[in-house]
């Protein structure tokens, strides 16, 4: 379900717009996910200098609708705008700006406000083609800056030129209002041409055998500001690397020893001993921690990796990552990178998408009706280097267990969302060795609700948990067949808090210790993720977290394994979750445990040379925190130095990279 990453403000569709005057077309733009259409944008020029966008998409029953209208000045500067709709949510909303005797107003469901005009009003919610008029109105700004309305700037850069089907084709990168460049195409005539999103496609008709050449284009750009960004920010030791008078937290026995130090050379621990505070030897560099606590790296058991979401994972103190589903090529790239160092990243372990067909089907190319296409998705994970199958929402339920077979008989694990109409005993029995969101344990007691495709999954779930009897003989038997199953949950327990115990417009309780020190427009964006409560069911709402957690707490009680994931923000949405887990019961000292060595086990890198514990011969992937987690969680948000691999990482320069305030 993941999202909260992704660029839906800064799509743009193809469209010739009226500036200073110039003639507007009507132009008519599909819009896709990973290939697959899933909706369009309508743009027409209406009299008197007006723009009009029909904007909407939808998948698996979510996604923006709105319809919009506004008109600019001779500097491209909107000096009106008017939208209502829905957000990707499905949450309603309107926003109104205009410049009036002097002052530019505006008001939507974030905020009201007013100021002196000359700035680049920028919508709360805009259709794609939006970041298209930013770019035009930088284009005429002396120095290609402009001030931002609500807050912030952006400024523009020129990038690479492509010439297909009668047009030249350029890349601009709008930087500002993200935590990475925004890319652009504009044509020869300074018409928006194309947007190229980790997620979403959007281009006219005529240029859509350029796809690959403008992916192409873009991602080297892309990469080479990773690239850049990674070699002036990651710290590579001339010789041994020893970390001294630190407090060594370790997972195998929940210990906690003062007064350590750890010797790495190259990529591994060599020794971990009392520190005698004798002198350090030859070539090695030296990290005083000074009583900080230093523990194994972190896992995030659930994430889709796009964009910098590597880069908030090493702030987080986040060496090890799982994905759970991914555009394949693009990912296998991105993972390379990673391992190799011109891209700030963690280690992945790699999870294959498999889903079903139909209009509700998740946004992925690897579809499956047969079993002979059940064998062949299979065969393509396991040949490039997947450790294991995620069966999708869509997935036909009578394949699920010759699916499990098949992934089974290649060595890899089988994990997913419970497809829609089986429940999560039927899952197990037909051979999944992981369950995904917690959401669907509840429902398994609900088989009512047969149908899962939809966002129904996670908002009926907030109503039935009231009847769900946890002392009940039906439950005991559940459990008792995930025991026997060795079956493992990825609760995603913060995901679920954000959608439906916030409020849309508000900041997401995952972010929002931290969320005042991201970009402003960045910062803007992200009030939003929670879905709208239904009248009447304001109790059941309130009240869904809590007995969430309380079956959190029984499963953990009864010996089920859990691994902590996000699905969420990368890095912070992590802390949370295991600030949760600390708050449903759960001792500090065994959720860090979960978050370190658990998944280390689990998913087969625990053995020889590998990770999740800090030992000679393990791989040093290392985090050093102002605090004690063990005491008190929310320490674990104070990290101050990552090593992934011997390499050193200092949270607070790239956050500052990343555009943050300190």
Request: charge should be negative; charged fraction near 20%; include cysteine.
């Amino acid at each position: 379900m993941r999202q909260s990453s992704r660029r839906l403000p800064a799509l743009l569709a193809a469209l010739c717009l009226i500036v200073g005057g110039s003639q507007a077309l009507a132009h008519d733009d599909d819009v896709r996910i990973h290939g697959v259409a899933v909706g369009s944008q309508k743009l027409a020029a209406l009299p008197d200098g007006v723009m009009e966008a029909d904007y909407g998409f939808s998948e698996r029953g979510r996604g923006d609708r709105i319809h919009a209208r506004w008109s600019v000045d001779a500097q491209g500067l909107p000096v009106a705008y008017d939208a209502e709709g829905n957000d990707y949510w499905k949450v309603p909303l309107a926003e109104h700006f205009d410049v009036t005797a002097g002052k530019a107003s505006w008001k939507n469901r974030l905020e009201a406000g007013s100021a002196a005009p000359g700035a680049f009003y920028l919508p709360a919610n805009a259709p794609p083609e939006f970041m298209g008029v930013l770019a035009r109105a930088l284009l005429k700004t002396p120095g290609r800056r402009l001030r931002l309305l609500p807050a912030g700037e952006a400024w523009l850069e020129r990038g690479t030129q492509l010439a297909a089907a009668g047009h030249v084709l350029t890349l601009y990168r709008i930087g500002g209002i993200e935590f990475t460049p925004v890319p652009v195409w504009l044509d020869e005539k300074g018409a928006t041409a194309a947007v190229i999103d980790d997620w979403f496609e959007v281009l006219g008709g005529e240029l859509k055998p350029m796809l690959p050449r403008l992916q192409a284009a873009q991602g080297a750009a892309d990469q080479a500001w990773s690239a850049d960004v990674a070699r002036r920010l990651t710290h590579v030791p001339a010789g041994a690397l020893l970390i001294r008078h630190a407090r060594l937290f370790d997972p195998r026995d929940l210990s906690v020893r003062d007064d350590m130090r750890v010797l790495v050379r190259g990529e591994h621990v060599v020794r971990v001993d009392p520190d005698d505070a004798g002198p350090a030897p030859a070539d090695t560099e030296v990290i005083d921690a000074a009583g900080r606590f230093l523990m194994p790296g972190l896992w995030d058991v659930h994430e889709h990796f796009a964009g910098v979401d590597g880069t908030f994972d090493l702030i987080a103190g986040v060496t090890s990552g799982r994905d759970m589903a991914n555009d394949n090529v693009p990912l296998l790239a991105r993972v390379k990178r990673f391992d190799t160092g011109t891209e700030l990243g963690p280690r992945v372990v790699l999870a294959g998408i498999v889903e079903g067909t139909g209009p509700l089907a998740g946004p992925t190319d690897v579809r499956v009706e047969t079993r002979a296409q059940a064998q062949a998705a299979v065969d393509w994970y396991a040949d490039h280097g997947y450790e294991q199958i995620k069966i999708y929402s869509s997935f036909p339920p009578a394949l699920v267990a010759p699916i499990a077979d098949m992934a089974h008989a290649r060595g890899l694990r089988v994990s997913g969302h419970v497809p829609a109409f089986m429940v999560a005993r039927q899952f197990v029995e037909a051979g999944a060795d992981e369950i995904q969101h917690l959401n669907f344990i509840v429902l398994n007691f609900f088989p009512e609700v047969a149908d899962t495709r939809t966002k129904d999954r996670y908002t009926v779930m907030a109503e039935k948990l009231q009847g769900l009897k946890l002392d009940s003989p039906e439950f005991a038997a559940f459990v008792a067949l995930l025991r026997q199953h060795h079956t493992v949950l990825d609760p995603t327990v913060s995901v679920l808090q954000d959608l439906f115990s916030g409020a849309p417009g508000a900041c997401a309780h995952s972010l929002c210790p931290i969320i005042d020190r991201f970009p402003p427009v960045t910062r803007r964006r992200l009030l939003s993720g929670a879905v709208a409560v239904p009248p009447g069911k304001e109790a059941a709402y309130a009240q869904a977290l809590p007995s969430l957690l309380k079956l959190l707490k029984t499963l953990y009680d009864d010996g089920i394994t859990l691994m902590p994931g996000t699905d969420g923000f990368a890095g912070y949405t992590l802390h949370n979750e295991l600030e949760l887990y600390v708050r449903a019961g759960i001792p500090a000292p065994e959720v860090l445990r979960m978050a370190t060595l658990v998944p280390a086990q689990v998913l087969g890198v625990a053995g020889p040379s590998q990770r999740g514990f800090i030992a000679p011969g393990r791989q040093a992937d290392m985090v050093l925190i102002a605090g004690d987690p063990t005491r008190n969680i929310a320490d674990i948000r104070h990290v101050w130095r990552t090593i992934k691999g011997g390499r050193v990482y200092d949270p607070a320069a790239l956050e500052q990279a990343m555009g943050m305030s300190r």
